[in-house]
């Protein structure tokens, strides 16, 4: 049984494609625990595919049960998992030994797949533009390193400190050319020399 989707939705996601069975002497048929144990290959695929931006396991802001989460963000999740366990347990059973074959269809949802995945976690990099392309998930708990700075928004907050961070900007500016960060106006003869 998956944390997030269950062996049922799998099995009905297979249906033509993947016989299941509960007894350990049908070889021809997939046992049900390798099943389960592939639906939760699937699922740490997933976490690990969302981990640069989500918490693992997926909960909600304030660690929330997942099926707390907001509906959206529930179903395009239980999407992503569905997609992972289907296409392990066909690159496990599905075509062996048989005509047919199961690179089409896998690489069907592997596309549609990577597809999700790239726009759920799409990075604008460049110049002006750092940041997630997108918002985050509703309701989902961002990773420890991102709480802060997830917001949604193309880019990056800029924060002026105090004069003398090194990391940010003066608390005043140098507008004039007659002044100076130092003292605030051109130094005189005396102030030249005791630098």
Known sequence: MGRYISYEEIRVRTLGKVKYTTSELDENKMHVDLANALINEGEVQVELDLSPRYEAPFQGLNGEAFSTLPTPTKLLIKALCELQGVMKILDTDFG???????????ETLEKRYDRIIKQTMEYRGGEYG????????PGLKLMWGNAQGDSGFVGEVLVIGPSGDSDSFPSRRVNDPSKTFLYGELPTHDQW???
């Open 96 to 106: 062996r030994g048989t005509v047919a074959g199961a690179e089409k269809y896998y």
């Open 130 to 137: 750092n940041g997630w392309k997108y918002p985050p998930l």
């Open 193 to 195: 020399w005791n630098l």
